[in-house]
């Protein structure tokens, strides 16, 4: 039986389109589901090819916004940080991927196990001894088949400065090569040093050394530190951020907006954003006000912007209630910021030391995701994991 003209026209059509070179192209980049994505990937060898064009993943992967899967809880005075999956119901995406995941460290004992930085689908962590500096560092992609997902980077250098490394950081930005960086850095009175060490084959290079004589001590540098666009910010105690440029191997300083100062381990906190943007998280009392500022801008007059004012206790007084407190009894809420996510989309609270809730910034959504041990009076750092699309499609 002949097909109609009609339809054999239009299957030459469709031919001509499923088949073209570019046309593929456009159409996958324009799909708004992951998983048709991938799907479309796996049709044929031809369609495979234009999923995994540079191109093509870079136009979808900017229609696509990043999906929390969980929380790394990093204790400072547990050995083993713990992986908190936060599954959406309403994504399929997100329960598959935690259901084929590996997020934690069951079966590793080499010690203390601390985890610094997770990004781009990839986990930072390193293993020592009690609190001394760390002796190896790996890098976990927990997405990827089993095997494969675990790089480990040569021994450190050593260092004789005060609580090294400072910090170490995956790369913010997708076209660096660099694996990761570390970052010791010291303060005698208003003299500040750093250096910071990137791995090469079997050993670690110095990428960058500064020192410089700042106008005013930092008192305290903070553990509080993000890379953005080849600058390391770091909270300090003195109630300014520093700024390490790594590229000109220089020191700024950074005010703080006005009535922002620091008050405790948590009342501040930085945020890094897409085009340059720095945002800062402070708490006062009940109040969370989120601030933002242009860092590509290097003009003196350059000035930070309110952009978010939450009442903590018309937010989370709820939560409040259901563990006992009474804020509405004219009680002090004692908040801390404990993790946040890129532009300041979501935050991460501490309260009383008792309980973590996640709240949503645009919608103002809340929920309580994790409760500490009474008899745990650590500090604690929440690390979002945030799964980025597409994924890696094999040659």
Same mark, same amino acid.
Request: proline share 6%.
């Given at each position: ?27 996958? &980049? ?33 229609? &696509? ?76 992609t927990p997405l990827r088949h089993p095997g494969e997902d675990t790089v480990l980077l ?242």
């Amino acid at each position: 039986m002949m097909p109609s003209p009609q339809f054999a026209e239009d299957e030459t059509s469709a031919s001509k389109v499923l088949m073209s070179e570019g046309l593929v192209g456009e159409i996958l &980049q324009r799909l708004h589901c992951r998983i048709c994505f991938v799907s479309a990937a796996l049709t044929s060898k031809h369609w495979l090819c234009n999923a995994a064009n540079k191109v093509v993943i870079h136009n979808f992967r900017s229609r &696509q916004l990043p999906l929390l899967l969980g929380i790394y809880i990093c204790n400072d005075g547990s050995s083993q940080p713990e992986f908190m999956p936060l599954p959406d119901a309403s994504c399929p995406e997100v329960t598959t991927a935690l259901r084929h995941g590996n997020f934690g460290f069951d079966g590793m004992d080499m010690g203390y196990l601390s985890v610094w930085d997770c990004r781009n689908d990839r986990v930072l962590y390193g293993f020592g001894k009690s609190f001394n500096p760390i002796l190896s560092v790996a890098i976990r992609t927990p997405l990827r088949h089993p095997g494969e997902d675990t790089v480990l980077l040569p021994p450190q250098p050593s260092t004789t400065w005060r609580e090294c490394p400072h910090s170490m950081l995956l790369p913010d930005e997708e076209d660096d090569k660099i694996s990761c960086y570390r970052l010791d850095i010291d303060n005698k009175g208003q003299i500040v040093y750093a250096m910071v060490f990137v791995p090469q084959a079997s050993s670690w290079a110095v990428h960058c050394f500064a020192l410089s004589n700042l106008a005013r001590s930092p008192v305290k540098i903070l553990k509080m530190t993000i890379l953005m666009r080849g600058k390391i910010y770091m909270l300090t105690m003195a109630g300014y951020i520093l700024a390490l440029d790594l590229r000109k191997e220089s020191f700024s300083i950074i005010d703080l907006p006005k009535g922002v100062e620091f008050e405790y381990s948590g009342n501040l906190f930085l945020c890094r954003g897409d085009n340059s943007v720095l945002y800062l998280f402070h708490v006062k009392g009940e109040k969370l006000t989120v601030w933002l500022r242009r860092m590509d801008d290097e003009s003196p007059t350059t000035m930070w912007a309110l952009r978010d004012t939450i009442s903590l206790l018309k937010t989370c007084g709820h939560l409040i209630i259901e563990q006992g407190g009474e804020p509405a009894n004219g009680e002090e809420v004692v908040a801390s910021v404990v993790g946040v996510g890129d532009n300041a989309d979501f935050v991460f609270l501490e309260f009383d030391e008792t309980f973590i809730v996640y709240m949503h910034l645009k919608s103002r959504k809340v929920k309580k995701v994790y409760e500490r041990d009474p008899d745990d009076d650590f500090l604690i750092r929440v690390l979002p994991f945030m799964m980025e699309w597409p994924i890696i499609f094999p040659n």
